[in-house]
């Protein structure tokens, strides 16, 4: 019943911007967990940013020009990315660790997105 949908990828030139999104619905109770993974051709999939509680985690590879940031209230989460290169191409997912009504208060669930996918080049 917890579905995760991501939105903004697009074609994007090197040194350019995009901002995904990502949106989760249904009988949420809580989400603890929320970021952003992502798989480029012929990779392994790679953390890429995660916030938990106050926190955040960023893959070395991404820091100084992706931005995690979340909307509780609305349960989204937004990844900004600036400055993006050739080797950021890849499909990006969002995932989450929540607790659902369906599920009980008390279970935590692990949910992911269907992915977007992001291509830079000239």
């Known amino acids: 019943q917890v579905q995760l949908v991501e939105s903004g990828g697009g074609l994007v030139q090197p040194g350019g911007s995009l901002r995904l999104s990502c949106a989760a619905s249904?009988?949420?109770?809580?989400?603890?967990?929320m970021g952003w993974y992502r798989q480029a051709p012929g990779k392994q999939r790679e953390l890429v940013a995660m916030t938990s509680g106050g926190s955040t985690r960023y893959a070395d590879s991404v820091k100084g020009r992706f931005t995690i940031s979340r909307d509780n209230a609305r349960n989204r989460v937004h990844l900004q990315m600036n400055s993006v290169n050739p080797e950021d191409t890849a499909v990006y997912f969002c995932?989450?660790?929540?607790?659902?009504?369906?599920?009980?208060?008390?279970?935590?669930?692990?949910?992911w997105g269907q992915g977007t996918l992001v291509t830079v080049s000239s």
């Open positions: 995932n989450a660790l929540l607790r659902a009504l369906h599920t009980g208060p008390n279970r935590d669930l692990e949910v």
């Open positions: 249904g009988s949420i109770f809580s989400i603890s967990d």
